[in-house]
């Protein structure tokens, strides 16, 4: 097997090369060393990028290195720097391996990442894969690239690495910005580990030890709660459904966990479940998508642009036009040609002397108003949506006709209402008819 190892020329990574050369990991098969310089730290970084080429130019092993603006990628990309790093060095090792034909990549982290990562995950809070920490092998994280992602030293505690790399004469160089405590994973490294150590001075051992006992725990608990499918959004739940199932907290969980739910915003709607306070209507921000309530419906959505109330459109004549992402049909017909009043869900008619072109479009507002067909006070668009249970999306992206006397009082939400002085009369000869096609 070709392995590909990722050096940044730390004691960690020049370590597990060390390892290698020697044949005490990787079972002594052949491999080359992969250098990412991220341009962070100036010259610090050219120097750990010249001591891996030449450790392995001495050695003969096959070099790869590439340079990138991490900065100006995260800066474009709305990422942390870490993140950043993170992504560009997996893609570049992803793009190594299908061009020089490696089998697997490589990487450094030892039982100390690894109980780093579970100790942050447990304080941004996490579900049951958080506490297990990670794998000895896995897959490489760029998509369905399906290579390996071995970690050697991961049974190896850094004072066991540092131990090896005084002994061996491993040349490495210590990265400055380690020491200092602006990223929470180096505030818990540098502050919080020495505590755990006075507590317990085999705390690592141990950490690294339960994580282990929760990914067995995972397993079990999977065969008892069974791992929902990932479902398209927009994914509608059944509240009564999903209460009438054991578990259902978990469940709940389980279905949210693929959307990076956070578990404040589950815990708010799990309250709200089991409260008697109003269900409908609720909306949470769940980070990249929305969780919106409804009589006996839970809704995960993707965010999308909802119609703004600044947004206006003219509808000039008979025709298809879009709005919001809604494809209205405007058509204009002598009385004779509509039949029946009745119509198809979604088409509302009109009559075309009380709402003429050109209509006014826009997004709805508060204050807005109209005399409900049939009525004859006038009423809230508000009060009417909650009469109607809409949520909160369909409140946002609902449109509006402007009604010809002007002001806040309009003619229509088509599909929803219609204002009672545009409709049919004995008297009418020719009709409006607006349909939602789509």
């Not at 991220?38 to 070099?63: I, N, P, T, Y």
């Not at 579900?127 to 369905?144: F, K, S, T």
């Not at 709660?225 to 509240?239: C, D, F, H, R, T």
């Not at 668009?381 to 999306?393: A, K, T």
């Amino acid at each position: 097997m070709l392995t590909l190892l990722a050096v940044s020329g730390g004691i960690d990574s020049m370590t597990m090369a060390d390892m290698a050369v020697k044949g005490i990991i990787l079972g002594g098969s052949e491999f080359g060393i992969a250098h990412c310089n991220f341009r962070l730290r100036g010259e610090e970084s050219d120097g750990d990028q010249e001591l891996v080429r030449k450790w392995a130019g001495e050695r003969g092993v096959r070099f790869h290195s590439v340079s990138f603006d991490t900065e100006g990628f995260a800066a474009e990309n709305h990422v942390s720097v870490e993140m950043a790093a993170r992504e560009l060095r997996y893609r570049w090792f992803a793009q190594l391996c299908a061009e020089f034909g490696y089998d697997a990549v490589a990487v450094a982290h030892n039982a100390n990442d690894n109980a780093e990562t579970m100790i942050l995950n447990l304080l941004r809070g996490t579900g049951i894969d958080g506490v297990c920490g990670m794998a000895a092998e896995g897959m490489l994280p760029v998509g369905d690239c399906g290579i390996p992602l071995l970690r050697p030293l991961l049974g190896h505690s850094r004072k066991k690495i540092e131990g090896y790399a005084f002994a061996n004469h491993v040349p490495y160089r210590t990265d400055h910005t380690n020491l200092e405590n602006e990223v929470r994973r180096n505030v818990v490294r540098n502050l919080v580990f020495p505590i755990f150590e006075q507590i317990n001075p085999s705390f690592v051992k141990t950490l690294n030890r339960e994580a282990a006992h929760f990914s067995q725990l995972r397993d079990i608990v999977r065969e008892i709660v069974p791992p929902e499918a990932e479902q398209p959004l927009p994914m509608k739940l059944s509240v009564s459904g999903l209460l009438s199932q054991p578990h259902w907290k978990y469940r709940l969980y389980r279905l949210a966990e693929p959307y990076g739910v956070p578990s404040a915003v589950l815990e708010s709607l799990e309250n709200l479940i089991e409260s008697e306070r109003t269900f409908a209507g609720k909306s949470f921000d769940a980070g990249e998508i929305i969780i919106e309530t409804s009589r006996d419906a839970i809704t995960f959505r993707e965010k999308s642009r909802d119609l703004c109330e600044s947004t206006e459109e003219t509808v000039n004549g008979d025709g298809d036009f879009e709005i919001n992402g809604i494809v209205f049909r405007f058509e204009t017909l002598v009385r004779r040609e509509l039949g029946s009043l009745k119509q198809p869900e979604g088409v509302f008619v009109f009559d075309a002397s009380a709402l003429s072109y050109p209509l006014h479009l826009r997004g709805w507002k508060e204050g807005d108003w109209m005399v409900p067909l049939g009525m004859r006070g006038r009423r809230k668009l508000s009060d009417i949506f909650s009469d109607l249970h809409l949520d909160e999306r369909a409140k946002r992206s609902a449109v509006v006709i402007g009604h010809p006397s002007g002001g806040s009082r309009v003619a229509a939400v088509p599909g929803i209402r219609q204002d009672d002085s545009t409709k049919i009369t004995e008297d009418t000869e020719r009709i409006l008819r607006i349909s939602i096609i789509r």
